[in-house]
Every structure is written in structure tokens, then in C-alpha cells.
């Protein structure tokens, strides 16, 4: 049985999109018979969900005052780094067959521990996301994320698309494994209402990409639409403030953090996404295609997704997001089961195990072949 020592910048829970895909990594390896031990870096509002199977060796606060401590190093992946977790992760590192480093925030570790397999999982490319939002950094932030991807034996990304940026800006080779879907448990039935002119927007609105998208349309969509449209902001990161933002409009309302997103996201006609900044796959998008909810989002907003089919629906300014609700012409639940079955037989597949099932990979180094 394959021992792998698995280190998260994140706690493993249902909360966040990253939290999940950390959680789910976990249950799919545990689930395919590989011994996970685990740490993670804590977080104070969010409770860590540990698998069953998995053993927690240890849990690390995140502090912001090691980014001073290791300015010599990379600033921008050195706020979970410290020495003494360095030395302990050192310590133990050959009693496993695979270290596993999932987030960015975790790379530099690599970099200082010598091991026959280390596993770098690239949620984005960082110095894709400096690109749109501060070009004047991105040359400094590719010169060091460069290094640190150098320190793996392989890259894994979240897309076709994420291998070829990292592969056209460091000649380095990556694979791709898909993201894990949420358990669905809508019934497709007849009676189950989608409301009509209804549309929302999702995501973790502590998140500025996320913010700014939502104030954008706000700003200059929504005055130009007809009061007979209503729109809801789900998800949770909505301080005070912009409650009260959200609240100057009548016709659009909020919620917090909902457990069952994907039904909640299945009551709407679509789901609105004017992202204009931000590097990686969406998974905002990717849980709306998984109920067969359409998406009216900007190319950012699809960027790595492969599985392109009628619910994804381009819109790059003002006039294409007015035109596409103009002329929207009501769906019901049948047409979203149909399509969301198509999309899960297209998507739900490529995931860690069955990377790790090519016995070739164990012990290679993928980045010198």
C-alpha cells in the first residue's frame, strides 16, 4: 500500500471551493486504498473535516508575519512557511512513497526537502492571475514561481489549458486531473419549480475578483435591465459593508453560506458571472454546469473548461449581458437534467487516483523527461 504524505494549504471542508477540492482529494486517495497522512494550515472560520481514514499528524496556523520573516525568499508563497515545519516535514519525509503539495502557498516547502516524488497541484498560475491585475510584478512573480516549480517531480493543474500556460511561460511539463463534483441531490421531477426572470450569482465574495465582477454589473448592467428581472447573491464573504451595497437594489437580494448550494443554484434560470480578473478554472462554473444551470459569464469566467456545450453562454461587456437577458427565453427543469447529464458523462472523470494508477509516474521525474 502506497504511503503519501499529503500537505495542504488549506483545511479539508465543504466551505470554500478550495477547501473542497482539498477534501475530496483526500477521500478519493483514502477511498482507492493509499495510507494519507495529513497536515494543514488552520484556519479560524472554517472547521477542518477530516476523513475517516485519514491520519492528521499536524495543524499549523497561518501567520502573516512570516512573509517579513522570509523576505530573501518569495514573498508571495512565503505566509505558510516556516522553519521549524520545514525541518519537521524534512524529518519524516522518506517514510512516504509520494509528498503531495496542494496550493501554491505549500511549494516552497518543496523546495527545501529532497525526495524521489513530489507532487506540486497548481490550482492556477500565479503569475497569470499578476498579468491581468498587476503587470508591473509579473516579471518578478514568474522569475519565482518558476523556481518553485522547478523543485517537483510533477506538476498537476486543473486544466488542459492551465499545462499549456505553464508549459508556454516555464517549459515545464504538466497533467491535467479534473475537479471534483459536488453530490448533486436535486430531483429532476416536474414539479420542481425554477423561477422565471430569477437569475444569480455565486461565489465566495470575500474574494475581490468575485466582488468587483458583481459591483461591475451592478454599476452598469443592472440599471439598463427591466425591473421584471430579479437576481440573487449566494454564497458567503458578505461583510456588512457590502450587504449594504447589495441593499440599495430592489430587485436583488442575498444569502450566506448555504449547505446545498447546487439545489439552491438549480431554483435559478442561470447563473451570472462577469469575471474579469482571476487566473485558473472557475468552480462557481463548474458546480452551475453540474446542475444543468446555464452560465452567462465572460471568457475568464470558462477559461480551462473543455466540456463546452449550450450552457455556457459568452458575454464580454455591457451590451452582450443586457442583449442575453433581453432575449432569454425561459428553461424548466427537464432541460436541465438533460444537460447536466451530458456534462457530468463529459466531465466527472481524470481525477488524482487515476493519475496515480500509472505505475510508470511513481518515483519518476516527469519535469527532466
Known sequence: MKKILFISALPPSNKTAGCYYTLRSLDDLVNNDYTVDLIYFDSNIIDAMIPEKVNV?????????????????????????EKHICNYIRSISQNYDVL??????????????????????????????????????????KYGEKK??????????????DCDLIK????????STNEYLKKNTVNYCSDFEIMKNSFCFYGAWSRMDNWEALVWFLKYVHPKLSENFSFCVLGGGLDDKKKKYISKFKNV???????????????YQAVIAPLFHGAGIKVKVIDALTTGTPVIGT???????????ELCLFANDVSDFIKTLNNW?????LYKKSAKEKFIAEYDKNHISDLLKNEKLWGSNILSA
Open 253 to 267: 437580494k442575498f444569502t450566506g453560506f448555504i449547505d446545498d448550494i447546487l439545489k439552491e443554484i438549480t431554483k
Open 57 to 81: 499528524l499536524k495543524k499549523y496556523p497561518v501567520k502573516n508575519i512570516s512573509c517579513i520573516k522570509n523576505l530573501p525568499m518569495y514573498p508571495l508563497f512565503t505566509r505558510r512557511f
Open 168 to 175: 508556454n511561460l516555464y517549459d515545464l511539463p504538466s497533467v
Open 148 to 161: 518553485i516549480l522547478q523543485s517537483g517531480n510533477l506538476l498537476l493543474t486543473p486544466s488542459n489549458k
Open 299 to 309: 471568457d475568464i469566467a470558462f477559461e480551462g473548461i473543455e466540456s463546452m456545450n
Open 100 to 141: 503531495y503539495f496542494d496550493y501554491s502557498q505549500t511549494f516552497l516547502y518543496s523546495c527545501h526537502i529532497n525526495h524521489k516524488f513530489k507532487i506540486l497541484r497548481c490550482h492556477d498560475v500565479i503569475a497569470q492571475r499578476y498579468t491581468r491585475v498587476n503587470p508591473i510584478l509579473s516579471g518578478w512573480v
Open 329 to 333: 427565453q425561459s428553461i424548466d427543469i
